[in-house]
T-cell receptor
């Protein structure tokens, strides 16, 4: 079955420190992987995606993610966290079309709290 | 570019009434639109997928007579929650996907529905 796991409910980081938000996946075939961020009472904002090519993907707001096929992981990283990065982060995988539609399956989400 | 809007952003209604939520792609034509539901502190659950001019494809466990989806044009989809009950209270998020240039999903800001 296709699935996405985010093992941490919450990650706490001091401002200026590097941050990592973990994601592992289980899909058949080549994965299309995504990271989204959600601020309170808002929809999701796209951060970055991996389709093919370089394993290190750079995205919005200084975030990057590393695709690791052997570990089936796609961890989100940022070298220096900002208080404004505090939000809910979702990892997602696009599954093969069923009935003609590509679908996204989301992880449970990880709340990132960056402390001054 | 690739902006998706939702209206209303927040709605409170009485039990037994019906509520319509609109999702619009503002600067691109959305061949496919998705409707998600998000419970507090939980991930997004896909409710249904629709193509313009076609009937929606509902996920398992989602009542299609309860959650009516209309995708009448390439820029507008509506979700109607019929005979709403308090358990329908949730955060509803739509996303839109175009073709070729806008092949990934872009999310609306969400609609908070509270049924009294």
């Amino acid at each position: 079955a296709q699935s996405v796991a985010q093992p941490e409910d919450q990650v706490n980081v001091a401002e200026g420190n590097p941050l990592t938000v973990k994601c592992t996946y289980s899909v058949s075939g080549n994965p299309y992987l995504f990271w989204y961020v959600q601020y309170p009472n808002r929809g999701l904002q796209f951060l970055l995606k991996y389709i093919t090519g370089d394993n290190l993907v750079k995205g919005s707001y200084g975030f990057e993610a590393e695709f690791n096929k052997s570990q089936t992981s796609f961890h989100l990283k940022k070298p220096s966290a900002l208080v404004s990065d505090s939000a809910l982060y979702f990892c997602a995988v696009r599954v093969p079309p069923s009935g003609g539609y590509n679908k996204l399956i989301f992880g449970a989400g990880t709340r990132l709290a960056v402390h001054p | 570019g690739a902006v998706v809007s939702q209206h209303p952003s927040r709605v409170i209604c009485k039990s037994g009434t019906s509520v319509k939520i609109e999702c619009r792609s503002l600067d691109f034509q959305a061949t496919t639109m998705f409707w998600y539901r998000q419970f507090p502190k939980q991930s997004l659950m896909l409710m249904a997928t629709s193509n313009e001019g076609s009937k929606a494809t509902y996920e398992q466990g989602v009542e299609k007579d309860k959650f009516l989806i209309n995708h009448a044009s390439l820029t507008l989809s509506t979700l109607t929650v019929t005979s709403a009950h308090p358990e329908d209270s949730s955060f509803y998020i739509c996303s839109a996907r175009g073709s070729v240039v806008h092949n990934e999903q872009f999310f609306g800001p969400g609609t908070r529905l509270t049924v009294l």
